[in-house]
């Protein structure tokens, strides 16, 4: 059974609820799990390809969809700024060396997080995400032109 984890969110961006769906038999609308009377509507007649890629988004109907590396951006900025703010204190006690490996470090844990790092796609209209899918090796990342267009 292949099942495919969709982040929902609706016209506004705003989260809404996290599903599992059955790819073997997408249901026409899933809802919520706190609350089933909130129920979402989904388009699956042309949002799946020969190749058994999604083509558009199910959730508003979206054919623009990128993908990016699934990993959680917030985190990133954390580690960045961690190792940031210790290489400048151990620059600032005159501790060269130390301050190095702490950056090269970053460098070696960024590398990593690259190549093992899963890939999702997203919705530029909705920002509804999609993992634990097949993905294009080629499917196109985010463009600044396309993005500007569904701001």
């Not at 190749?51 to 900025?77: S, V």
């Amino acid at each position: 059974m292949i099942r495919m984890r969709i982040d929902l969110r609706d016209e506004q961006r705003r989260h809404l609820f996290d599903v599992d769906i059955d790819m073997q038999a997408p249901p026409s609308s899933v809802s919520a799990p706190n609350n089933p009377a909130r129920r979402i509507h989904l388009q699956w007649e042309h949002a799946m390809g020969n190749n058994g890629q999604l083509n558009r988004c199910p959730a508003c109907g979206c054919r623009e969809l990128f993908a990016r590396k699934d990993f959680p951006q917030r985190l990133g900025l954390i580690l960045v700024l961690a190792a940031g703010t210790a290489a400048l204190i151990l620059f600032g006690f005159r501790q060269l060396l130390p301050a190095l490996v702490v950056l090269g470090s970053l460098v070696v844990l960024d590398a990593l997080i690259f190549l093992f790092a899963a890939r999702c796609l997203v919705c530029y209209r909705c920002r509804s995400e999609f993992r634990k899918l097949p993905i294009h090796p080629k499917h196109p990342g985010w463009d600044l032109g396309t993005g500007e267009k569904y701001r």
